[in-house]
T-cell receptor, first 114, second 112 residues
Framework: DAGITQSPRHKVTETGTPVTLRCHQT?????MYWYRQDPGHGLRLIHY???????DKGEVSDGYSVSRSKTEDFLLTLESATSSQTSVYFC?????????????FGAGTRLSVL | DAKTTQPTSMDCAEGRAANLPCNHS???????VYWYRQIHSQGPQYIIH???NNETNEMASLIITEDRKSSTLILPHATLRDTAVYYC?????????????FGQGTELSVKP
């Protein structure tokens, strides 16, 4: 599992409340990613990070912010959660070795916004 | 990254080979073909990747056509635990970490 831990694994919250999801890795990987997965859409990239304090937007970044103040933690924040953000969120790290550029994924966080 | 086309679903009998096709007719010369799978409720898992030669590892084989416009993932002896959604992704294997663009994938059902 490349040492990736997502927390919490499940969360139920109310519309308008802030929510922070945490992705923690233990192997000092430079690249980290947040994806969301919804029925009919597959996985879509929200934000990614290529180092401490270096982040960039993915294809569905509206309504989300991220922070990476240290290598091991990549936080995803929903400033004011909406029902459309009900989803399963996956964190990933990227491991490059030779021609391989492989992403390893965490177990996911299931978020319900009521 | 080039787009890919996969069948929505496939069935396979347990113990038989599962052959999952993928079309990537707009692939560029420096783009690799990657396969991931996602077992229900789990994160995606890397299977195999290749550039132009056929590849084999402990999980599967990857056959890429000579013109590189299509490929086939082969699970030689499918088991019930291989039931999953299989994603074919084409991307440049660069130094910048790179982003994965997931399509809809093929839902493989392995039946007893």
């Amino acid at each position: 599992d490349a040492g990736i831990t997502q927390s919490p694994r499940h969360k139920v919250t109310e519309t308008g409340t802030p929510v922070t999801l945490r992705c923690h890795q233990t192997e000092n990987h430079r690249y980290m990613y947040w994806y969301r997965q919804d029925p009919g859409h597959g996985l879509r990239l929200i934000h990614y990070s290529y180092g401490v304090k270096d982040t960039d937007k993915g294809e569905v970044s509206d309504g989300y912010s991220v922070s990476r103040s240290k290598t091991e933690d990549f936080l995803l924040t929903l400033e004011s959660a909406t029902s459309s953000q009900t989803s399963v969120y996956f964190c990933a790290i990227s491991l490059r070795a030779g021609s391989k550029n492989i992403q390893y994924f965490g177990a996911g966080t299931r978020l319900s916004v009521l | 990254d080039a787009k890919t086309t996969q069948p929505t679903s496939m069935d396979c009998a347990e113990g038989r080979a599962a052959n999952l096709p993928c079309n990537h007719s707009t692939i560029s010369g420096n783009e690799y073909v990657y396969w991931y799978r996602q077992i229900h409720s789990q994160g995606p898992q890397y299977i195999i990747h290749g550039l132009k030669n056929n590849e084999t590892n402990e999980m599967a084989s990857l056959i890429i056509t000579e013109d590189r416009k299509s490929s086939t993932l082969i699970l030689p002896h499918a088991t019930l635990r291989d039931t999953a959604v299989y994603y074919c992704i084409v991307r440049v294997s660069d130094n910048q970490g790179g982003k994965l663009i997931f399509g809809q994938g093929t839902e493989l059902s392995v039946k007893p």
